[in-house]
């Protein structure tokens, strides 16, 4: 089993950046796929990026492709999501994941959840 923290979010302009992290706890964290997905109030929880176990391969949704960077440290056990040119069509819940399939990009393809950070965009 491993739990999940995420860290990083806030209130930004548009255009600006932000880097979330998620620490994992438990040594088997180089032996899941993690992935990043997002929920905007009064919306499904929705996919956002996604991360092989050694970090070779990335998957990004359309709408982040370009702004958004996925990256993992095995050591630290940590997942980072590096976002730039912040669009107020980014405030949402961010919350990251972890699971055994690669590249995932369904909620039942994850097995563990941390509890989110808040990204607001203003405009």
């Known amino acids: 089993q491993v739990q999940l923290v995420e860290s990083g979010g806030g209130l930004v302009q548009a255009g600006g950046s932000l880097r979330l992290s998620c620490a994992a706890s438990?040594?088997?964290?180089?032996?899941?796929?993690m992935g990043w997905f997002r929920q905007a109030p009064g919306k499904e929880r929705v996919f956002v990026s996604a991360?092989?176990?050694?970090?070779?391969?990335?998957y990004y949704a359309e709408s982040v492709k370009g702004r958004f960077t996925i990256s993992r440290d095995n050591a630290k056990n940590t997942v980072y999501l590096q976002m730039n040119s912040l669009k107020p069509e980014d405030t949402a819940a961010y919350y990251c994941?972890?699971?055994?399939?690669?590249?995932?990009?369904?909620?039942?393809?994850?097995?563990?959840w941390g509890q989110g950070t808040q990204v607001t965009v203003s405009s």
């Open positions: 994941a972890a699971g055994s399939r690669p590249l995932a990009t369904i909620i039942l393809g994850y097995d563990y």
């Open positions: 438990g040594r088997t964290f180089s032996s899941y796929a």
């Open positions: 991360i092989t176990r050694s970090g070779a391969r990335t």
